[in-house]
């Protein structure tokens, strides 16, 4: 009887740590989608360079030419 409750507590901790790396696996996934949907794609208007920023900031440097592109 106490094997088989040590191996029902074994089995019952292997069932948690799968869940929570399961759960971490997808909260990760999250959090690396959500980064890639802020950042943002901007075009130069000037020298028409494509680049990526940040979609916290407002303007952005291009970083050929140096002039200032408003974000949308
Ligand atoms: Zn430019």
Same mark, same amino acid.
């Given at each position: 009887? +106490?094997?088989?409750?040590?191996?029902?507590?074994? %089995?019952? /901790?292997?069932?948690?740590?799968?869940?929570?790396? =399961?759960? $971490?696996?997808?909260?990760?996934? +999250?959090?690396?989608?959500?980064?890639?949907?802020? %950042?943002? /794609?901007?075009?130069?208007?000037?020298?028409?360079? =494509?680049? $990526?920023?940040?979609?916290?900031?407002?303007?952005?440097?291009?970083?050929?030419?140096?002039?200032?592109?408003?974000?949308?």
């Amino acid at each position: 009887m +106490k094997i088989e409750i040590g191996l029902l507590i074994s %089995a019952v /901790i292997c069932i948690l740590v799968l869940v929570l790396t =399961v759960n $971490f696996w997808r909260e990760n996934k +999250k959090m690396l989608f959500s980064r890639k949907v802020k %950042a943002r /794609i901007i075009k130069c208007e000037i020298c028409s360079y =494509v680049y $990526f920023v940040s979609s916290k900031i407002s303007y952005s440097r291009c970083p050929v030419c140096s002039s200032i592109n408003k974000i949308r």
